[in-house]
């Protein structure tokens, strides 16, 4: 196998290197970098953005991820601007990269690595180089069938025939199965991990029972079985290599809308099997998957109109911000050791302090 350490590069060409020929372990995780660091390892490339100039030729810059976090590297190239955009295009979303002589700087109080077209370089990988755990990080197997079997209490706890069918018609399909357990809830926001969508909806169902034992008279078998299958949709919308990418499917429509056909679909299924599902409960569910993102402007198609419908929605946006903080305060202690930091908060659109003591 080539030594990453060793490279070739060409008089007055970008740095080149060789290609390995075998599987190798990362050694330099994200979580471990540190201001000085030289870097030499592999990356998977997350977010590109395209070449610009700058006042000494032509740089890109991508957010590449491995299993323990996500970092910007920054590729400086001279005044061959095309031999810049075909580095660039040499790679995309979702493939593993070989970095060269990167480093690891601070900007904006975060790391971030360069890379000097003179004395490093950048190598898209052949699948065959890399182990594919090292760059998505998961949830160990055991604690997903923690989860799942949280999850199927509370499918059997749905005492709704018509609703538990419409459950069953889903999780008996072990392939589902599969996929709904290791799916990831987020490219970069809440529970972005594989599993991480089946941890945010046996949360989100904890919540809304718990809403359900402090007030009377909300349909605890429909809002259960909406939080269960709330964010079914994102089974489509999400897909993950050596890195969280969105479908075609999920970008031009969105896990809110697949999810409520998909629902319907099933729903169609129970009814030509002679199965029945009224009309009105097909509503009412559907309303509560189209309207749990709760507002217009974050992408919710109808604004809630019941109370199961604004359970589902508080609920989903509970588990979702509170996960999304604490892997704010996780990702920031990793790059300090000060009791404060500035996170940007999108609400507010600028950096604000939060406290990264233990209390």
């Known amino acids: 196998m080539t030594d990453i350490y060793h490279y070739e590069k060409k008089k007055e060409e970008q740095t080149l ?11 330099q995780f994200i979580e471990n970098l540190r ?9 998977a490339a997350k977010i590109k953005n395209p070449p610009r100039a700058y006042k000494r030729g032509t740089w890109f810059d991508f957010i590449a991820t491995d299993k323990t976090g996500e970092i910007s590297i920054k590729y400086w190239g001279g005044d061959n601007k095309d031999r810049v955009k075909r580095l660039y295009d040499s790679f995309s979303v979702g493939d593993v990269v070989q970095v060269r002589s990167g480093m690891v700087e601070l900007y904006e109080e975060k790391p971030q690595i360069s890379i000097n077209e003179n004395t490093g370089g950048v190598r898209r990988c052949s699948p065959s180089e890399y182990d594919v755990s090292d760059f998505i990080p998961a949830l160990d197997e055991e604690r ?13 706890d749905v005492k709704n025939k018509q609703l538990n069918r419409l459950l069953l018609l ?10 709904y357990t290791h799916s990831p809830s987020a490219i970069s926001h809440h529970h972005n991990y594989v599993g991480g969508n089946l941890e945010h909806t046996v949360g ?8 359900c034992g ?19 949709g994102k089974l489509k919308e999400y897909e993950y290599t050596a890195a969280v990418d969105k479908t075609d499917e999920g970008n031009f429509i969105g896990h809110i809308v697949m999810g409520e056909r998909w629902i319907r679909e099933k729903i169609s299924e129970l009814q030509k099997n002679g199965k029945e599902f009224s009309e009105e409960l097909e509503m009412h569910l559907s309303h ?7 507002r217009y402007e974050y992408g919710s198609p109808r604004m809630p109109k019941t109370v199961e419908a604004s359970v589902l929605h508080q609920a989903d946006l509970m588990d979702s911000q509170v996960k999304n903080y604490l892997q704010k305060l996780d990702e920031a202690r990793k790059s300090t050791d000060d009791d404060w930091a500035f996170i940007y908060d999108a609400d ?6 939060i406290f990264l003591g233990k209390y």
Do not use: Q, W
């Open 35 to 43: 201001e000085g660091d030289v870097v030499n390892d592999f990356f």
């Open 348 to 353: 507010v659109g600028k950096k604000r302090p």
């Open 204 to 211: 989100v169902i904890r919540l809304c029972k718990n809403i």
């Open 288 to 294: 509560m998957i189209l309207s749990h993102h709760g």
């Open 214 to 232: 402090m007030y009377p008279g909300i349909n605890k078998d429909l809002l259960v079985c909406g939080a269960i299958l709330h964010d079914v």
């Open 17 to 27: 290197i060789k290609t390995d020929t075998g599987k190798r372990s990362k050694e």
């Open 144 to 156: 997903i069938k923690e989860l799942y079997d949280v999850l199927k209490k509370e499918i059997k």
């Open 170 to 179: 889903f999780f008996d399909d072990a392939g589902f199965v599969k996929e």
